[in-house]
T-cell receptor, first 114, second 115 residues
């Protein structure tokens, strides 16, 4: 069972609000990721981090920002939410090392912006 | 550029039927990694299998089996004697680097197993 947690699981907010989606893992993984999952199910990488103070943008452009001040914590922030941000956001982590391994996913945060 | 295609958007079967989920990939690299993940209704993706490009040996794990064929760039997943608990969205994914930041997911196949 993966030890990666996301809060909130569901969030409904109005346009213009600032929101932060929390993601924490207790596995000591250096690598962490945020994926956006469209209603049509496809996943797109929007942010990733290789460790503390490391953050990079993924292949899907996103207005969100992330920070990595602690190994176990990788929050995602939207300064001013819009209806186009409505989506499911999935956080994941993986072990470091030269061999690509599995990603451990949280249960996701489903965001609805009215 | 790498790409993963899961042509089957939705599949519905009756319990105990066998079902195969197709995955076709594109890559220019000779070294790459293929994955299958399961996303149950609870939301989190669960890792099922990883295959590297040098290992074409098929794998069986209980009722699950995977058929990797480089000649057709396919990595198909078969569930034998399906059960209601197998109902989920299944994703095939491809990574060319050891860092996971380039992992590409297919669009997913929603499998419904009816009792």
């Amino acid at each position: 069972e993966a030890d990666i947690y996301q809060t909130p699981r569901y969030l409904v907010i109005g346009t213009g609000k600032k929101i932060t989606l929390e993601c924490s893992q207790t596995m000591g993984h250096d690598k962490m990721y945020w994926y956006q999952q469209d209603p049509g199910m496809e996943l797109h990488l929007i942010h990733y981090s290789y460790g503390v103070n490391s953050t990079e943008k993924g292949d899907l452009s996103s207005e969100s920002t992330v920070s990595r001040i602690r190994t176990e914590h990788f929050p995602l922030t939207l300064e001013s939410a819009r209806p186009s941000h409505t989506s499911q956001y999935l956080c994941a982590s993986s072990e470091s090392g030269g061999d690509t391994g599995e990603l451990f996913f949280g249960e996701g945060s489903r965001l609805t912006v009215l | 550029a790498q790409k993963v295609t899961q042509a089957q958007t939705e599949i519905s079967v009756v319990e105990k039927e066998d079902v195969t989920l197709d995955c076709v990939y594109e890559t220019r690299d000779t070294t790459y990694y293929l994955f299958w993940y399961k996303q149950p209704p609870s939301g989190e993706l669960v890792f099922l299998i990883r295959r590297n490009s040098f290992d074409e040996q098929n794998e069986i794990s209980g009722r699950y089996s995977w058929n990797f064929q480089k000649s057709t760039s396919s990595f198909n997943f078969t569930i034998t004697a399906s059960q209601v608990v197998d109902s989920a969205v299944y994703f095939c994914a491809l990574s060319e680097s050891p860092h996971n930041n380039d992992m590409r997911f297919g669009a997913g196949t929603r499998l419904t197993v009816k009792p």
